[in-house]
């Protein structure tokens, strides 16, 4: 295949797209396709490829990598837990260190997508070795384990305040509230939530479970009307 450009008289030449092939003893072309109204760059382009030239520089300073990383959970998990305001009560609306509730943030959604010890999930957040855009969604830069540590540190500190937060805002005063966690091993392969790790019912080498129960009156009312006929 060749480019050929046609002159056509009084107007502007005919650019084509054409191949040769022989009918015999003779060479007969044949044209594919009319380029006339392709821009001289595009054209270029075509004619450096059918003879086989490099169409772009050749050398390391030609090209330049650049690395996409997983974005679409990250984005649904740090959505939501704005939705519900976290990221405004661990600031206490721009009161605290934007850098430590950035940190708080970045161990929350990694441990709901990736869950894993300090020091893996400071590499996940290293631009070297991320798996996904987490640390570049929160401006993180270099972590380190340490800085994890010390956000948990801070976090502790701040505990009681949150905590007081959470409970003005979804419980009523003098409120009765139950909760449980738990786990169990699992029998299959297929669980997402399903990991590997201590198993304190004895089962090796099964994938591990953790559930909680966390119930206030007006959550369940069946079972408060019986424990209210209990109580009588």
């Not at 970045?106 to 996904?132: C, F, G, N, Q, Y």
């Not at 669980?191 to 201590?198: N, R, S, T």
Request: a positive charge; aromatic letters at 6%.
């Amino acid at each position: 295949m060749y480019v050929e450009r046609v002159p056509n008289r009084n107007s502007p030449p005919a650019i084509l797209l054409r191949e040769s092939y022989r009918d015999g003893d003779k060479i007969r072309k044949r044209t594919l396709a009319n380029l006339s109204d392709w821009p001289a760059p595009k054209i270029e382009a075509l004619r450096c490829v059918l003879r086989g030239d490099a169409v772009a520089p050749v050398g390391p300073e030609a090209l330049s990598m650049q690395r996409s990383l997983p974005h679409g959970h990250v984005a649904a998990a740090l959505g939501t837990l704005r939705k519900l305001g976290l990221d405004r009560l661990l600031s206490q609306d721009g009161r605290q260190t934007e850098a430590e509730v950035a940190l708080c943030l970045a161990m929350i959604v990694a441990r709901l997508l990736e869950p894993a010890s300090k020091l893996a999930t400071a590499r996940l957040l290293d631009a070297e070795t991320a798996t996904s855009s987490l640390s570049q969604a929160l401006g993180l830069g270099v972590v380190d384990e340490q800085q994890l540590y010390g956000a948990l540190d801070w976090l502790v500190q701040q505990q009681e305040r949150i905590e007081k937060a959470l409970a003005r805002r979804h419980l009523k005063n003098g409120t009765l509230v139950l909760y449980d966690v738990s786990s169990t091993y699992f029998e299959g392969r297929t669980c997402e939530l399903a990991q590997f790790g201590h198993n304190r019912d004895g089962k090796h080498g099964k994938l591990q479970i953790v559930f909680g129960l966390f119930v206030q009156p007006g959550w369940l009312p069946g079972r408060d009307r019986s424990l209210r006929r209990q109580r009588r």
